[in-house]
């Protein structure tokens, strides 16, 4: 995920996927949807990683504990 400053995810890039294209779409469209806290310079974009979990049957995904 490429975080703006001001924590809008501005490019959501699937690493790894799940094997279902469902699935990994269902990711990409939660993860545009949030606002992350920036991270070290505040001025800066930042990539990081966000792992999703999904579990079968449940209503949202989830992220790991």
Do not use: H
Request: aromatic share 6%.
């Amino acid at each position: 995920v490429l975080t703006a400053p001001d924590g809008r995810p501005t490019r959501v890039e699937v690493k790894q996927t799940s094997g279902f294209q469902r699935l990994d779409q269902a990711a990409v469209a939660t993860v545009k949807q949030w606002r992350l806290k920036p991270l070290g310079d505040a001025a800066a974009t930042t990539w990081r990683q966000v792992p999703i979990t999904f579990r079968l049957g449940a209503q949202n995904a989830e992220l790991p504990r």
